[in-house]
Antibody, heavy 120, light 108 residues
């Protein structure tokens, strides 16, 4: 059974960088067919796809976040990470990591989510 | 971006009821739609992919249908474990992935 666990600071100051890590168990982040995804859930705006990354380096992300977003994979630790720069209150959300089954274009395993607050 | 308009936002029903949730896409997404269930404090769970393909372990009372721009998730006989929130999600290679706003299924 694949399990994902988000970790990172729950509080980030405006203009600073939000960094989250997703640790995976039950699957390898360098498995050929798996893509690793970030999604966030705003209280009043619903779910928003942030982006996904493959161990080969291939990635895709939401154009609305592209200029502030970077994602990476650390196969030695079996985890992947998200960095979002220059955060504002609009970035406050619950952040989820998930595994993307690309062949069915669906997210078949999710973490429990990490709540991020943006405040000075 | 392709918008997914999900309705209703809240649905009150009783155990044993047949309930349906609808998602309308603002552009053709073929059958690239998935449905998720989420309970408070839990991770979302994939129920259906490719509009109608039931995931392993998901009860057969969950049914997905549709193609193009109109999609439906039906629960044929609502069970106590089904009271939760449900989300649709689309994939289109020319658009960011997007989700519906969610439907909360409540006990009537």
């Amino acid at each position: 059974q694949v399990q994902l666990q988000e970790s990172g600071p729950g509080l980030v100051k405006p203009s600073q960088t939000l960094s989250l890590t997703c640790t995976v168990s039950g699957a390898s982040v360098n498995a050929g067919d798996d893509y690793w995804t970030w999604i966030r859930h705003h209280p009043d705006k619903g779910l928003e796809w942030i982006g996904y990354i493959h161990y080969s380096g291939a990635s895709s992300n939401n154009p609305s976040l592209r200029s502030r977003l970077s994602m990476s994979i650390d196969a030695s630790q079996n985890r992947f990470s998200l960095n979002l720069t220059s955060v504002t209150a609009a970035d406050a959300a619950v952040y989820y990591c998930a595994r993307l089954a690309f062949d069915i274009a669906a997210l078949d395993s999710w973490g429990l989510g990490a709540r991020v607050t943006v405040s000075s | 971006d392709i918008q997914m308009t999900q309705s209703p936002s809240t649905l009150s029903a009783s155990v044993g009821d047949r309930v349906s949730i609808t998602c309308r896409a603002s552009d053709d997404v073929a059958t690239w739609v998935a449905w998720y269930q989420q309970k408070p404090g839990k991770a979302p769970k994939l129920l259906i992919s490719q509009a109608s393909s039931l995931q392993g372990g998901v009860p057969s009372r969950f049914r997905g249908s549709g193609s193009g721009t109109h999609f439906t998730l039906t629960i044929t006989s609502l069970q106590p474990d089904d009271f939760a929130s449900y989300y649709c999600q689309q994939y289109n290679s020319y658009s960011p992935w997007t989700f519906g706003q969610g439907t909360k299924v409540e006990i009537k």
